[in-house]
């Protein structure tokens, strides 16, 4: 939601109101419906009030905090809903009971909310839509899936298969990541500890030299220096960037576009390819969906992009729909992307002219699928060339700056 001023003529007098909607005409309708006797000149955007945003800041404290929702916990009700909706069950009904049965507090709140707006009107999809965050927007996809289907029951089956899919990945990952990080780590505070503790042992006898002192031995220097005296000071600047970037990536449209953008980008190895696979994976594996239930292609497209994470990658293939509207097939229009490889737009081509594309998109699925399981199998193997360098880093740095003085000292006294 964004903030506007909005001019208004009130008797010969203009005043401006703040007013929060999502958009410019969102706003002035708004403030017509406000204001129904008065006259709507302008709407300007603005910054939020001081208090919003200090409420927003504090808000994001407490989430910080606030513990994530166990995705075995989500699978496990999701399961529950999709058996119960198949045996026939009212959806009201079934949420009130997996409500009941879950021991998680915040599922059960969730739960009780969706059931009451439900009973008030709402869909399931909307009833769902404020709890994205917590359910994942591929949650609220195949939501969308089930209620235009008519078929929650097998939706809500394959969200819980896409679920177990994204646990056992990231499972994978982490243990895949375990050893690199625990070797970093330990790295880290054998060279913290060897700054803190050797070094200054050395700096007596590095300041009784009359020469100029190695570069690396001024670098370990320096740092034994600015940890000394300014430690805390430097890990409460990292705790606030980490805080402040996690911040401005939720709540500013514009930062959170460029890091997407910067992360996707060859600079970032591994990492721009892990996303960028398992965006296109979940992207097709929603899009496939949609069509082998009969849900025509432009919808099936802005349902898929809606649970694109990435804006970088969204803002490609929100191009799609647009160009298909324009003359262009699916194969073309998925070429205009860039973000499809020559053979898979020659399959997506082959499965629109023999009437078979939901099927070939399982297959386009099934390739990124394999390729990021591939990624993960073998990230130990991609990260060990990384982490060998880095540590040689340290070690060369410490070696040549403590010993380097020493080899001087030596020569002078044989001199």
Do not use: C
């Amino acid at each position: 939601m964004k903030y506007f001023n909005v001019t208004i003529m009130d008797k010969g007098k203009k005043r401006l109101e703040l007013i929060k909607a999502g958009s410019k005409i969102a706003a002035i309708k708004s403030a017509k419906n406000k204001f129904p006797s008065n006259i709507i000149i302008k709407a300007v955007e603005t910054s939020a009030p001081l208090n919003e945003s200090l409420g927003n800041v504090f808000s994001e404290i407490t989430k910080s905090f606030k513990p994530k929702i166990p995705i075995n916990d989500k699978i496990s009700t999701i399961r529950q809903i999709a058996v119960m909706t198949d045996a026939g069950i009212a959806i009201n009904d079934t949420l009130e009971e997996v409500a009941e049965n879950t021991e998680n507090k915040q599922l059960k709140e969730i739960y009780y909310t969706m059931n009451n707006d439900i009973n008030a009107g709402n869909s399931l999809a909307d009833a769902m839509k404020p709890y994205t965050e917590e359910f994942g927007h591929v949650a609220l996809a195949m939501t969308n899936l089930g209620e235009r289907t008519g078929n929650i029951a097998e939706s809500y089956h394959k969200l819980a298969d896409i679920l177990e899919n994204i646990r056992n990945n990231t499972a994978k990952f982490k243990k895949a990541i375990r050893t690199p990080i625990i070797t970093l780590v330990a790295m880290g505070i054998a060279f913290t500890i060897l700054i803190m503790v050797v070094v200054p042992k050395f700096k007596d006898i590095f300041d009784k030299f009359k020469t100029e002192l190695p570069i690396p031995t001024q670098i370990l220097l320096k740092l034994e220096w600015a940890l000394s005296n300014y430690g805390i000071l430097i890990l409460l600047i990292l705790a606030a960037m980490i805080f402040a970037i996690k911040y401005f990536y939720k709540n500013s449209r514009d930062f959170k576009y460029s890091m997407d953008k910067m992360l996707i980008s060859p600079r970032f190895y591994l990492i721009n390819k892990a996303i960028f696979l398992s965006t296109m994976h979940k992207y097709n594996l929603v899009f496939s969906e949609l069509v082998r239930a009969g849900i025509p292609v432009s919808e099936a497209l802005e349902t898929a992009v809606g649970m694109v994470d990435n804006l970088a990658i969204k803002e490609k293939l929100m191009t799609v729909n647009v160009n298909i509207g324009r003359g262009m097939n699916l194969a073309e229009a998925f070429d205009v992307t860039g973000l499809y490889e020559n053979m898979l737009l020659q399959m997506i081509k082959a499965g629109e002219a023999g009437g078979q594309l939901d099927a070939m998109l399982g297959k386009v699925t099934q390739y990124y699928d394999m390729e990021f399981q591939d990624l993960i199998d073998n990230l130990a193997v991609y990260i060990e060339p990384v982490l060998l360098f880095f540590i040689a880093g340290l070690v060369l740095l410490m070696a040549l700056g403590i010993f380097m003085p020493m080899w001087d000292l030596g020569r002078a006294v044989k001199g």
